[in-house]
């Protein structure tokens, strides 16, 4: 079936979090401005249909009428092992998948169950701020490993660094973000068994969000590091339907642990939790018939980001941008401006009235940088970049 992903879907009055959720929005500090005109293009889920085979799905569970206590049936794990297995050639076995419902959820449930308060926990900023909230609210210690952007914008990782924090006394995890947010980094198998020899090394253990691990561009590879590193034990890995199919209302994660200790452990934090009968004929709708739309998604994503970095050449050719290895996020420099982060905040967020988020939510590392999702039918991506350029003309 051809999806078209230009159609704009009204959102407003759906309980959207992006376009319904102005209030909470402002309460948290993302903006001062939220109004219905404006454009919000900040947290990562998309304005775009799903997949026809997923709505089915749904219906035919809304047409049973009871939605009460479920379960988990064979096929939910049949067809996440049938997922990684023909897209990412990796194999899980139905034991190893442990549900969640929620990334940032689990992420929480690790961080308690394998650290203690005060110990050290490596992450690469900028990065998504819940990997700084986990490991804050719950007592304990950043250790940021940066990743360096050179002079084109692409980051890399500093491994002197890596190794240098792996090897200090606190230092008990690494959250890994691949593909990263917002650096867009989808990263190499060489890279990833580096950092997994170095944690290996120095008895780190490594908990890789890889929730972005299907939208990655069409001429990229993504590898688990499961699949890069042999037999790595000291592993937990996040994979979920959320972004990859949007639906991150439907709160599906599956943790995959392969060691039976670990698994044991990061049970026992967790506690048990049943599935919502949506979410599982959810996912076993779009991880048996979800692809021939993702392939869609891809091209349609892919070529909004070439326009989008034709469009910045154009009319804001002070601002750095580059097309992402993964992810549907876009990291935008401002600092050629030479403008305040606030005075390019007032810009874009209060006179141009689109929604973003600034880069220092990722980090100090993001003070000059600008997040936006491009996940969007390309009229609304279009109209966002003609109001911020509007709003620059005057600094060309
Ligand atoms: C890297 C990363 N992890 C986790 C999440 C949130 O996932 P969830 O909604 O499953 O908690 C996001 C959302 O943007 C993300 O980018």
Redesign the pocket.
């Known amino acids: 079936m051809k999806y078209n992903f230009d159609e704009i879907v009204n959102r407003r009055g759906t309980y959207s979090l992006k376009w319904d959720g102005g209030q909470l929005i402002k309460e948290i500090g993302l903006t001062e401005r939220y109004d219905d005109e404006t454009i919000p293009l900040f947290t990562?889920d998309m304005d775009l249909p799903v997949p026809q085979p997923l709505i089915d799905a749904l219906h035919k569970t809304v047409d049973h009428r009871i939605f009460g206590y479920s379960i988990f049936p064979d096929e939910y794990f049949a067809a996440i092992q049938h997922w990684f297995k023909s897209r990412h050639d990796w194999d899980i076995k139905k034991e190893e998948i442990i549900y969640s419902p929620?990334?940032?959820?689990a992420l929480n449930i690790a961080v308690k169950a394998f650290t203690n308060p005060g110990d050290g926990i490596i992450i690469q900023r900028p990065v998504?701020p819940p990997f700084t909230a986990a490991i804050e609210a719950n007592g304990r210690q950043v250790v940021n490993n940066q990743l360096r952007a050179n002079s084109e914008g692409y980051y890399h990782i500093d491994f002197e660094d890596f190794e240098a924090k792996a090897k200090e006394e606190k230092t008990k995890m690494f959250i890994l973000?691949n593909p990263h947010?917002p650096a867009g980094r989808v990263f190499t198998v060489e890279e990833l068994r580096k950092l997994a020899a170095i944690c290996a090394d120095n008895g780190v253990l490594i908990v890789a969000?890889e929730?972005?691990g299907d939208l990655i561009r069409r001429n990229q590879t993504f590898i688990p590091i499961a699949k890069a590193v042999n037999n790595v034990k000291q592993l937990i890995t996040f994979t979920?339907i959320?972004k990859t199919f949007n639906v991150?209302g439907l709160h599906c994660?599956n943790v995959i642990i392969s060691d039976p200790e670990l698994r044991k452990t990061f049970n026992r934090e967790m506690g048990m939790h049943l599935p919502s009968p949506f979410t599982v004929s959810a996912l076993i709708a779009v991880y048996t018939e979800g692809e021939d739309w993702l392939e869609q998604l891809k091209e349609y994503l892919d070529e909004t980001m070439e326009w989008v970095v034709r469009f910045v050449v154009e009319k804001m050719p002070k601002v750095k941008v580059r097309i992402p290895e993964g992810t549907y996020i876009m990291w935008m420099d401002f600092s050629n401006f030479g403008l305040s982060p606030e005075e390019v905040h007032d810009r874009i967020y209060n006179k141009a009235n689109v929604l973003l988020e600034d880069g220092k939510m990722f980090g100090e590392e993001g003070i000059d940088y600008q997040r936006i999702c491009i996940s969007s039918p390309r009229p609304i991506i279009k109209e966002a970049f003609e109001r911020i350029a509007r709003e620059f003309e005057d600094q060309i």
């Open positions: 990562a929620g990334t940032v959820h998504y973000c947010n969000d929730i972005h979920a959320n991150a994660t």
